[in-house]
């Protein structure tokens, strides 16, 4: 989505935009006015041309267009110095028309192909029906990554434009963008955010469609008031201001403006609410100061998720509400019912480690997890939650009237007999989870176990060999306690009957505890025997007042001059066939661990000769030996 079509934004000239709130009137409106009669024939022209076009290129890419808006025309660019500006004549002044094309269900082809196919024909169209009329071709998804990247010039341009065809997101974007303006320009300070949102940016979007957009304001540095008194203070100037932006711009639809505190908003996203999860996910910013679009991302790359207390809440909702029901009237019962099973179905799907869906995905989302995905639930089930979502949606829009006794009776028991069977599910994915940690802990066991054996000289170890071998190398020798053999046994059995689909939540736990034992004891075991290991493979030296200190690896040596120096300094030298220590060259502390990690070193470590002499040679000839340090 980030890479964009070339040729759609080198034509667009800047020169078309105009300041956002002053929009610019159509040719219809123009003629409504009383003008001379050879103007209101030029203008009667130019309308029927523009029908004309709107109508060839709705009638051959249907849906895909979604509006198409007259542009102001250019402004004529300034005359060089000592000549005359050139006067351009109406006649010879180009029609400058935007085309929005919807490219969010394209598949067949890529974004660039997808443009360049619509602008060819696009511009074919319009000199078929005047020489004059110039097509701007823009995909729907370049006006959204522009927002993304903080770029608002298409937004601008359509702010100015005049609609001659529009499916509902061009009257959106015009009144979005006009309101905005209005707002940054008096509260600036305080809006961290303006967002478009709702069924526009869904892709579900009508003529008649609702202009949803939602507006974060920063309450952390409030003084002088408390933050209720801002934000309702703030609202009801903001929302004024909707209204001014429908009468400035002439569009209908109902702007709906949700203001939100910062600090509300947070709360908001870790309790897990679904409308501020859909938002992040489909909401588009017109404005941002840094807030919304990492939150964006965050919830993208799936760092933004539900606390277990959220789930937790979710989940015993639904039990609460059940016992509600039964003591309310119809219509409150059925409001109850809705979010019985409804919240226990969103904690389900956050278990499972997805964000919340929103109430009308939530049984279809549901549904492709956990009945064709994992075959975890059963479509009945699936059913009984959609006829709830169904029965809500009817009876808040009217379209059903009441609920019988028997109905709501039915409904009662559905949904009781619903909340046991997610709680049943909510146990399969918590023992699914554990099962899968059990795996985790054995794989891990199994590596640290070859790694002590290793260590013991052991190499090359068969999978059926590996827990014979510990036995004998290490609990026979005495070198492991005989209990962590017990414990190691556990795991092999949990893995058994994990394979086969038989492991017990008490089998689970008991094999956690005992693999988080042996882990810890075989790690430290690890660790002492590389201490005792790398001890006998250094030689400590006296020279002075100092003391330092030489290691002895396997090809290479590193030599410190003085171990007790604040910032040690570090020497290495390659270890000649003779045993002698060759040419010293500067080192660091992460080359030496980096070397002291793969090192391997013998059981015993003899000084040659050719040692003492390197001794002399890198500590002087007064440097001490040391036995015991």
Request: charge should be positive.
């Amino acid at each position: 989505m980030a890479k964009k079509a070339k040729s759609s934004k080198k034509s667009i000239s800047a020169k078309k935009i105009t300041k956002a709130g002053e929009p610019q009137k159509s040719p219809a409106k123009l003629m409504e006015q009383k003008l001379p009669p050879e103007m209101e024939k030029k203008l009667k022209a130019i309308k029927n041309k523009l029908d004309t076009f709107k109508e060839k290129v709705v009638d051959k890419f249907g849906d895909y267009i979604v509006g198409i808006s007259l542009l102001p025309p250019e402004k004529q660019a300034p005359a060089k110095p000592g000549e005359k500006p050139v006067e351009q004549k109406p006649e010879d002044q180009k029609i400058n028309v935007l085309v929005l094309v919807d490219d969010t269900t394209s598949k067949k082809m890529s974004k660039d192909e997808l443009h360049k196919k619509f602008s060819t024909i696009v511009t074919q169209i319009g000199k078929e029906v005047d020489e004059k009329i110039k097509p701007e071709s823009i995909l729907l998804t370049d006006v959204w990554q522009s927002c993304y990247d903080g770029k608002f010039d298409l937004n601008k341009m359509i702010a100015v434009s005049s609609p001659i065809y529009d499916t509902g997101m061009l009257a959106a974007i015009k009144i979005a963008e006009v309101h905005k303006s209005m707002v940054i320009k008096k509260f600036e300070k305080y809006i961290l955010s303006y967002v478009l949102a709702g069924s526009l940016v869904q892709g579900r979007a009508t003529p008649e469609s609702d202009i949803d957009v939602w507006i974060v304001i920063d309450d952390t540095d409030v003084k002088k008031m408390s933050r209720i008194e801002l934000k309702d203070k703030l609202r009801a100037i903001i929302l004024g201001m909707g209204m001014e932006a429908g009468e400035i711009t002439g569009v209908k639809n109902k702007i709906n403006i949700q203001v939100y505190i910062l600090t509300d908003f947070w709360d908001s996203l870790k309790e897990a609410n679904p409308i501020i999860f859909t938002l992040l996910r489909d909401g588009v910013p017109f404005y941002d100061r840094g807030i919304f679009m990492p939150w964006k991302q965050l919830l993208r790359m799936g760092k933004i998720k539900p606390s277990r207390e959220a789930i937790d809440m979710f989940m015993s909702s639904g039990e609460q509400m059940i016992k509600r029901v039964q003591l309310k009237l119809r219509d409150i019962g059925m409001e109850d019912l809705f979010y019985a099973t409804l919240t226990p179905s969103q904690a389900a799907i956050m278990l499972y480690g997805l964000p919340p869906p929103t109430p009308k995905e939530t049984p279809e989302v549901l549904e492709d997890i956990f009945v064709k995905k994992e075959k975890m639930l059963e479509k009945k089930w699936i059913d009984i939650l959609k006829r709830n979502v169904k029965v809500r949606k009817d009876l808040e829009h009217g379209s059903k009237k009441e609920v019988s006794g028997k109905e709501l009776d039915e409904m009662i028991k559905d949904s009781e007999a619903f909340l046991k069977r997610i709680k049943q599910l909510f146990d399969e994915i918590h023992l699914r989870h554990d099962q899968r940690n059990v795996l985790h802990l054995y794989d891990e066991v199994m590596t640290i176990i070859r790694d002590v054996l290793k260590m013991e000289g052991v190499d090359k170890i068969q999978d059926e060999e590996l827990i014979k071998i510990f036995e004998n190398e290490l609990i026979s020798t005495a070198k492991v306690p005989a209990k962590y053999l017990r414990e190691l046994n556990e795991i092999v059995e949990a893995k058994r009957k994990y394979d086969a689909k038989k492991l017990t939540k008490t089998e689970v736990e008991k094999a956690k505890k005992g693999s988080i034992k042996l882990i810890k004891f075989l790690v430290e075991y690890m660790q002492r025997k590389r201490g005792i290991e790398l001890e006998r493979a250094k030689i400590k030296i006296k020279h002075g007042e100092k003391f330092g200190e030489i290691t002895l690896m396997d090809k290479e040596a590193f030599i410190i001059f003085d171990i007790d120096a604040k910032e040690r300094q570090y020497s290495k030298a390659q270890i000649n066939p003779d045993g002698s220590l060759g040419t010293t060259n500067p080192s660091n502390i992460e080359e030496f661990e980096k070397s002291l990690a793969k090192a391997k070193f013998p059981k015993r470590v003899f000084i040659k000769e050719t040692i003492f002499e390197d001794i002399k040679r890198l500590f002087g000839n007064k440097a001490e030996v040391l036995l015991h340090y």
